[in-house]
């Protein structure tokens, strides 16, 4: 009978033989023991490590069930309701100032009246209009501003000066000018427009709550023209006429006749000379 260790190499071992696979299974039973004596014990807290079955084969991303909103996003939303916030005030700001510019500029009715005030309020200084929205009215005269001074010399005399044509002042400066100024142009005329708006013309009182405000500002301008003309501040007072000129026809014979409206005399304050 051969042995196991008499068969060939490659054969295998006489399956006859008790002994032989008996020692063969111990031989086995020894080595698996050993070698699970010696590898390492697994660590829970450690995710085992994955090997990938092909090349170029990704590794799982554990996701956590439950995913944080990013600050980015909270700040974004934030960022998001501040614009629509001011997107909305926006909006009714400009429809205010919408409505109220209608009733600026639209012909006499009776909302406008009962938010006269109101919309005197909102619309001057700033937003003024000069022009009718449906019914526009071109000038038809001509007027010239003209102004006198009282001035206290040192020695304690008045002395009143004659007429002084502003408005002819500001003519001089515009024609011939490639780029007159706007002072020349509007200042002295849209001055007196507001003025005569606001302050009747038989006794010169005010009409409203922009009376004081007109007058102060046609003086200050008067003032400030004496200022420029070599005034100091012995200048006492101030008085100012409207010379108003209608626009005739072209075919007509005659020259339209002037008209003149004269106010008081004005006292200067410190203000006027700043």
Known sequence: MQSPDDAAPGQPADRSNPGSEAGATAVGTSTADTTADRAPAPDPARPPAWIPAQAGERAPVDTPIETAVPSDERRSTAVRSISALFAVLAILVTLVHVFFVFLHVAPGNAVSQDYRKQTGTWIYPYFEQNWALFAPNPMSENFRLQAQSRVRNA???????????????????????????????????????????????????????????????????VVHRFQDAGANRGLESVRIRVATT?????????????????LGWWETKPDDFR
Do not use: C, F
């Open 246 to 262: 209608p626009i005739g026809k072209p075919d007509a014979k005659t020259e339209p006749e002037t008209s003149y409206r004269t």
């Open 155 to 221: 020695d304690g005399t008045v002395v009143e000066s004659g007429w002084t044509d502003l408005t002819g002042d500001d003519l001089d400066h515009i024609r011939g000018n490639l780029y007159p100024s706007k002072a020349d142009q509007n200042m002295i005329r849209r001055a007196w427009s507001s003025y005569a708006d606001a302050h009747d013309a038989k006794d010169e009182s005010a009409i409203g709550t922009r009376g004081p405000l007109t007058q102060r500002y046609l003086r200050r301008i």
